[in-house]
């Protein structure tokens, strides 16, 4: 699985990939978890409003940041 977070750096990027992690430790699930920091980037994958949260190139979050358990929810597929 393959998690980017994309945002250009600030504190909700950051709080939102650290909850990534949190929700894959939780799960006790290795995601390959990567930060996009570069605005063109980003927008390239179809992010217009950050946080985002892209899993295996689809945007699950975009404009929040998710909680723990709402992140493990879309990781385990429940969404």
Known sequence: MKIVVAGPGCGRCHATEKNVKDACKELGI??????????????????????????????????????VDELKKIISGEV
Do not use: N, Q
């Open 30 to 67: 290795e995601a390959d978890i990567s930060h996009e920091f570069d605005v063109k980037r980003f927008r390239d994958l179809g992010v217009r409003v950050t946080p985002a949260v892209i899993i295996d190139g689809v945007i699950m979050v975009s404009g929040k940041i998710p909680s």
